[in-house]
């Protein structure tokens, strides 16, 4: 299933968020058995782990488990529980005893590395799966199940900006009127619809407000992102929007609110000092808060492939890592060589401090889900340094890529995640075959041909995932991070470290003011590729099969690849064909994919019919943010109106029909009064959509009528016409609710 973490379907989420170093590739990790001396000739034991060993399995095998969890129809019973601990027992079990069974002779040391290897699997993907619903039951609260108008009163822990460009805020210890606390969403998110971001109160503040309520929405057709998710994780059991000023009840008070207060005065002061929208980029770079940054801003930079640098990533965070410690280690062997500063081992000093900017950048930024993941990789790696160990190798990125799994599993779905161990991944094959060619290449050259490298692979890495989640594809984004990256790692972050330290003291005006011109050239940039003839392509949705296989396939090629491999069969070259199918089954379903004929709003106030020219839509209003996503997962780049313009649908305004195949109609029934007129064009073999609940049919005929109630019941609808009639998909049968089950 796709989901992707705080960001809306319309969101851009970057490619890539690592800097190449110079660091050999990791050699094979042979498996630690060891026969016995030999009481009769036993072959040679084969290499089984591939070429990073054996713990580089050990996400891939959680993520399995992860992935299998996210697709059960209902959670798993105290039964199914229990019997999951036994197979995960089962695996160590397996795992422990099969060198022991091997030095008796009883089985060939090849079987022993394939059970010892099988069960630990097994192990691993149990544990994945308990991983989820661990963490699903930590985070469930209510829910709100219908809609609620009224006084809302909250502590205000959040501030941003929705897809709309309105401000938006978090509210948590939630009071709603005549609602227990049982039955009281944790948190809830409403949108500002008139209120601007400068007179809000500070976060912490308790705030009380009249607003419209409703629960968090579910995918705008089957397979589409489903936002629910998201709201679950991250504890929002309630979304709406207010149209009266907000009242203060009490202001902000204690230690613990220290954080975001000291946030938001950071992020106003840099918006202040800067001016326009340079100032509000800097303010989201340095504290990611993004609420001062506008949604032509945002747009332009999707359009150029650019949005990950307004969202705190691994980029940031290993910018700001790379910064202080290759100033640090600079500065310090500058001090050694003069003979005023003792003798230390400076590359394990610099990587320390380092590590704590990376935490105080995590404090300071708020600590969001994708903050936290690139501080992860980060810490990582700098931790690999202090323990004398390679700082960049796939060991490392397993590692990292296991702590976000077990602290966060629902961190699988997210693109952030994704793209950025593709990345990471991409830039570490590559480096073997850059260190061979680099020496060969002019000193003035390394730079620019190692910033093109860089940037051409994380973008072929990430593109593919990028297109499955947006539906679109920056055919420029290249061209845009060449000319913007730099600007980030030579002006903006090195400015935001000077300025955080001179800030204090008063002086850091010149700071901010370079950092200016930075946001300000890459805001250029943007404007500039954005505007190129086709700078984006849209992408039709492919099945929800097709990541995962991408995905699992890849990870096999990598993990698998080894020239000995190709030498002739063995369990290695198998795990390489088998990616091979893998990838060849997911282009495959991605470039036979076949859109519904007709998709249905879970209001029932919007249907698309696709068409030859396109997905024409029964009406020119209504449904606005099912009908964006509709036209985004069918690769149409065109706008409602002209969606709504195209032939197909005929009728006055209110009444609105279309043949369909094998004889049947469409009728979509609107207005006052529909839920009446929809019964009387009730007929045999038409589908009647209706905004009013329809009573008793009188057209002398049944029909299949999809009215707000049975909407209710199902979600978005999608139907393709077969000879047997109408075949419907519905969002109730095809995604997960969130807390289902026991």
């Not at 697709?71 to 197979?87: D, E, F, R, S």
């Not at 544990?127 to 619903?133: D, E, N, T, V």
């Not at 004889?663 to 009730?682: D, F, N, P, S, Y």
């Amino acid at each position: 299933m796709t989901a992707p973490a705080g960001t809306t379907p319309s969101g851009q989420v970057p490619a890539a968020a690592a800097v190449p170093v110079p660091v050999a590739l990791p050699g094979f990790a042979p498996s630690r058995l060891r026969a016995p001396r030999p009481r009769s000739a036993a072959p040679a034991r084969p290499a089984a782990a591939g070429r990073a060993g054996l713990f580089a399995w050990v996400p891939v095998c959680l993520s399995a488990g992860i992935a299998l969890w996210f697709v059960l129809p209902a959670q798993p019973t105290m039964g199914q529980w229990l019997l999951l601990a036994v197979i995960s027992c089962a695996g160590l079990a397996i795992s422990y005893a099969a060198p022991r069974i091997a030095q008796g002779g009883r089985i060939s040391w090849g079987a022993a590395d394939a059970l010892r290897m099988g069960g630990l699997a097994l192990a691993l993907i149990a544990a994945g799966i308990g991983l989820a619903g661990w963490r699903s039951a930590s985070v469930a609260a209510p829910v709100l199940e219908w809609r609620y108008y009224g006084p809302v009163e909250g502590r205000l822990v959040g501030i941003d900006r929705s897809a709309r460009d309105r401000i938006r805020l978090t509210l948590d210890d939630v009071v709603l009127r005549d609602l227990p606390p049982d039955r009281t969403p944790g948190r809830v998110r409403l949108s500002l619809m008139d209120q601007a971001a400068e007179d809000l109160p500070e976060p912490g503040a308790r705030v009380m407000l009249t607003g419209h309520l409703g629960p968090p929405p579910g995918p705008a057709s089957p397979g589409s992102f489903d936002f629910r998710w998201h709201a679950w994780f991250e504890g929002l059991g309630a979304v709406g929007y207010v149209r009266t000023p907000l009242m203060t009840v009490e202001p902000a008070r204690g230690v613990w609110q220290l954080m975001p207060r000291v946030r938001m005065a950071i992020s106003a002061a840099i918006r202040q000092r800067i001016g326009g929208q340079e100032g509000a980029v800097a303010a989201a770079l340095m504290t990611g808060d993004r609420s001062g940054v506008e949604e032509a801003t945002n747009e332009v930079m999707r359009a150029a492939n650019l949005y990950h640098i307004i969202s705190i990533s691994g980029l940031h965070m290993s910018l700001l890592a790379g910064f202080v410690y290759t100033a640090l280690r600079l500065s310090a062997a500058g001090m050694q060589g003069l003979g005023i500063a003792p003798a230390l081992q400076i590359h394990k000093f610099a990587a320390l401090v380092a590590l704590l900017a990376a935490a105080g950048y995590l404090w300071l930024s708020g600590g969001g889900v994708a903050t936290e993941r690139a501080f992860v990789m980060v810490a990582v790696m700098l931790g690999a340094i202090l323990a004398d160990r390679r700082a960049i190798s796939l060991r490392s990125v397993a590692l990292a890529a296991t702590i976000i799994l077990v602290y966060s599993p629902e961190a699988l779905t997210s693109p952030g995640f994704q793209m950025s161990f593709a990345a990471t991944v991409a830039l570490i094959l590559v480096h073997g075959p850059w260190s061979r060619i680099s020496p060969h290449l002019p000193p003035w050259l390394r730079p620019l041909a190692i910033l093109l490298l860089s940037s051409l692979v994380a973008a072929l890495a990430t593109a593919p995932i990028a297109a499955v989640h947006f539906n679109r594809m920056a055919q420029y984004g290249l061209l845009a991070n060449l000319l913007a990256v730099p600007a980030m790692g030579l002006l903006v972050m090195p400015a935001g470290v000077i300025g955080a330290l001179l800030a204090p003291v008063g002086l850091a005006g010149p700071a901010l003011w370079v950092m200016g011109l930075g946001t300000g050239w890459m805001l250029r940039v943007a404007e500039f590729v954005a505007g190129l003839d086709g700078a984006t392509t849209a992408i039709p949705l492919p099945p929800a099969a097709v990541l995962p296989l991408m995905g699992f396939g890849a990870v096999l090629m990598v993990l698998c690849w080894r020239r000995s491999a190709m030498r002739g069969p063995t369990p290695l070259t198998a795990g390489i064909a088998a990616g091979l199918a893998m990838l060849a089954a997911a282009s495959a379903l991605w470039l036979t994919v076949e859109r519904p004929l007709l998709l249905i709003a879970s209001e029932g106030d919007a249907v698309g019919l696709m068409t030859p020219e396109g997905r024409a839509l029964s009406k020119a209003k209504g449904g606005a943010f099912s009908v964006r996503t509709w036209l985004l997962e069918d690769g149409d780049g065109a706008s409602q109106s002209a969606a709504a313009a195209r032939p197909g649908w005929s009728g006055d305004r209110r009444d609105r029909r279309a043949d369909l195949p094998y004889g049947w109609q469409i009728w979509h029934v609107t207005g006052k009064g529909a839920g009446l007129r929809a019964a009387r064009v009730c007929r045999a073999r038409r589908i009647v959509v209706a905004t009013e609940p329809v009573i008793s049919p009188s057209g002398g005929g049944t029909c299949l009528i999809l009215d707000p109630p049975k909407l209710r019941r199902t979600g978005a609808i999608a139907i393709d016409m077969t000879a047997f009639g109408p075949q419907l998909r519905t969002v109730a049968d095809t995604h997960p609710t969130p807390g289902r089950g026991p």
